[in-house]
Each structure stands twice: as C-alpha cells, then as structure tokens.
C-alpha cells in the first residue's frame, strides 16, 4: 500500500512580504495552497500585520485569507502551516534558504544540472547545460575559478575528500579530473557509450566510480585513467547511485584498487529496480524490484534501509532483510522523484530523507519505527524556494547553524541558484 500525504506549498519568496510587512504600515500578503491527491485543492493567501506588544516587542500576525489554513509565525526563516481541509496536514515546519549561491549559470541561460559542496562546506562547484563548472566560496559567493572542457551537459559533479580536486562527468560520455585551485585538468577517464548518469569517490579517491545510460557501473583509476571492472547491470539507463561504506578491511587488493573492501554501491535503474553491488567482490548483492523506473536511491546501510524514488513519484523504503515487497511507501503527488539524501541529525535513530521532485518539491521526512521495523512515516519539515522547478541535486554538510537539529542541507533548480537551508 502507498500512504498519501496531503501537503501544503507556498510563495517561495514568501520571506520578502513578510519583511516588507513589517517595514511598512500596510500589511503584505503572499500565497498559499493544499492538496492531497484524489482531493479538490484549496487556494488563498496569507495576510501579514504586524503588532505591538505591552513591552514594545513587535508582533508578526498572519491571517488567512479564503483558505482554511492555519499559519504561525516561527522566525525571519520560518512558518508553521497546517489544514483541516484538504488532506488533512498537521502542522509541518516551512524553512526559507539560510543562504544562496547565485552561479554564473544564470548569467549563461543554463540553470544548475548538478553541484556539491566540499566538506566542510568552504567551497561549491557547479555545473549546467553548456558543459562549464564554476567553483565558487559559498560565504561570500565569489567565483573563484571555472573548468571547461566538457562538451554538452553537465550531469555529476561531486569534490574529493580533501576539498580541492573535483570529479565531474557529462553527455560527452567523459569523467575528469580537476584542480578547483586553478582549474588544470590532470585526468580524464574514457570508457562509457551512452551519456554519464552519476559518479562516487572511493575512499580517498585513487579509485572512483560512475553510472551510465549504456546500462553500466564502472570502477575507475584515476591515475592510469583505466577502467578496472565493468559491472553490467541493465539493458536499461542506470539513474543514479548512492556509494556507501559499510566496514574497514585490511583485505590485500589487486594492483590500483584501493579501498574498495566493504563499499556498497546502491544503484537507481530506469528497469525498474534497485540494486546493491559489492565493489570488491563484484557481486550484485540485493535486488529490490518494483517494475517502475527508480530514478533516486539513498542507503541507509547501519539502519537496514534502502529508499528508491521512483518516476511515477512514490518513495519505496525496503527493508534489506526483506527484499521481496517494500516495507512501506509514501507519495504526494505523480510529479517524479528527482532526487534523494539521508541527513544525519544529533538524535539517535534512522536518518531524515530529504525528497526532491520535478516539480520542484523539497522537504524532509521522519521514519518511525517499532522493533526495527518501518512503521509509518511523516514530513517534518518543508525547504522552501523552487516554484515549479526541478530539484537537480541535494547535498549535506555540517551544520554551522546555532542549535542545529540535522546537517545543513544545499539544493539545486534549473533558477542557477544553489539554497542552502
């Protein structure tokens, strides 16, 4: 069974009417909607005011207007919106961007086709449609350096452990290897024949990996620039792939593999089903079927749980140890899944999942469980700044927010903004 959750979307930009609100004497307003699937959907606005308080605190007031929603004023970045109407939505956290990146995307008409951040969050590099990456300071915003030589799309970007080297790959059916110092162009790893869907660093990353539309995974090493195992996994695109290390291994290994012992691939297949495929023994472990096209994956490997998205806009949470029927199922909407990625918070238990969608949903979700088994889940919290548009990517890096409950989360559009929340 899919469980449906109503849910409710506002003006993305819904912070700069409440600032204006509050600088003027007229009140603002911006929009808002709920729906749930199968139900009639309900549409208003907000109404900001503001007030003053006997000990001279001013007061934000939001009042609804021709919809039956509720909404609280949290803070300068956050609401709390809920509905007894359509789908029935419990009060649920909207989050505006803490900050934002506006890359030179925008100025080139490109929008942002992936991105990553280094990790400790210090540096950015993105890449668009016309086959450049820029690289930028996520403080200040400041480009630092960009990095042509791909040709066409750009589909994967992602930094080295140490926050200086970037891996990329494209359309062009190549992955290379950068400086994000000074740009230079040390590698280039030649091997698939149909478009690059994704790549992964192992480990320290002497070896990485890559997916592809030709239907394959392939481990790579950087140095000799060499293929060194082609996992032929579908006749079918692979979508994505989420590489996880699951144990330390002193295992002796063949000539230019280095930490593969123990690393797990979780792979995303336009066929209809996700796989987890052992790097080093060159197995495909786990096959969890579900006859519509996954298009994003997140393992939660110490937790037992693998997250497919799918393109007919359900999230499968499979249990490992059962591999024969999901061990639970949400959707909002058909919009497809874009994309997927656990975020670790400072409580014990599994992981938030962040969801990204086509149109241009993103929001965190809660699993509840009882004796390790996945009993029912919720949305926590809404990250609010896409209108309409495709998430393309989502990354985490540690929190540098004051009390933060979870890692800091960065996203993507097709705006060639970069938001982090």
């Given at each position: 069974m899919v469980n449906v959750f109503g849910y409710i979307s506002i003006q993305p930009d819904w912070t700069v009417d409440v600032g204006a609100a509050l600088e003027s004497s007229e009140p603002g307003k911006f929009w808002v909607s709920a729906y749930?699937?199968?139900?009639?959907?309900?549409h208003g606005h907000i109404q900001v005011s503001k007030s003053v308080s006997a000990d001279g605190t001013t007061l934000v007031n939001l009042t609804?207007?021709?919809?039956?929603?509720?909404?609280e004023y949290v803070g300068p970045l956050q609401l709390r919106l809920s509905s007894a109407s359509t789908g029935t939505v419990t009060p649920v956290i909207h989050t505006a961007p803490r900050s934002t990146v506006a890359c030179s995307q925008i100025a080139r008409g490109t929008g942002v086709r992936s991105f990553d951040v280094s990790r400790y969050g210090g540096l950015m590099v993105a890449g668009g449609d016309d086959g450049v990456l820029d690289v930028y300071n996520t403080q200040s915003g400041q480009h630092r350096v960009s990095l042509e030589g791909h040709i066409g799309d750009i589909t994967s970007c992602v930094f080295f452990p140490s926050g200086q080297v970037v891996l990329s790959a494209g359309t062009d059916l190549r992955l290379r290897v950068w400086s994000a110092s000074d740009g230079?162009?040390?590698?280039?790893?030649?091997?698939?024949?149909?478009?690059?869907?994704?790549?992964?660093?192992?480990?320290?990353?002497?070896?990485?990996?890559?997916s592809s539309?030709?239907?394959?995974?392939?481990?790579?090493?950087?140095?000799?620039a060499t293929v060194l195992h082609t996992f032929d996994l579908s006749k079918l695109h692979l979508n994505a792939i989420d590489l996880v290390a699951t144990k330390e291994s002193e295992e002796e290994l063949p000539a230019n593999e280095f930490e593969t012992a123990g690393k797990i691939a979780a792979v995303a297949c336009e066929d209809g089903r996700a796989l987890l495929v052992d790097l080093r023994s060159r197995e495909t472990t786990a096959v969890f079927a579900s006859g519509v096209p996954v298009r994003a994956v997140a393992y939660a490997h110490a937790h037992g749980l693998l997250f497919a998205g799918r393109s007919d806009g359900v999230v499968d949470v499979w249990s490992t140890d059962e591999p024969a029927a999901p061990a639970y199922a949400f959707k909002r909407n058909n919009s497809p899944i874009s994309a997927l990625r656990l975020v670790q918070r400072s409580?014990?238990?599994?992981?938030?999942?962040?969801?990204?969608?086509?149109?241009?949903q993103l929001y965190l979700v809660a699993l509840e469980t009882t004796g390790g088994k996945v009993t029912s889940a919720q949305v926590v919290e809404e990250l609010v700044a896409f209108d309409v548009?495709?998430?393309?990517?989502?990354?985490?890096?540690?929190?540098?927010?004051p009390g933060a409950s979870r890692q800091s989360?960065?996203?993507?559009?097709?705006?060639?903004?970069?938001?982090?929340?």
């Open positions: 749930k699937l199968g139900e009639d959907s309900i609804a207007v021709d919809a039956a929603i509720t909404a230079t162009n040390p590698a280039t790893l030649i091997g698939h024949t149909a478009a690059i869907t994704d790549t992964a660093i192992v480990g320290l990353g002497k070896n990485v990996v890559s539309k030709d239907g394959t995974l392939r481990l790579w090493h950087c140095g000799s409580e014990d238990g599994p992981p938030l999942l962040c969801v990204g969608t086509e149109d241009g548009d495709p998430i393309t990517q989502i990354r985490t890096a540690p929190s540098t927010a989360i960065w996203a993507s559009g097709r705006t060639g903004k970069v938001h982090e929340f």
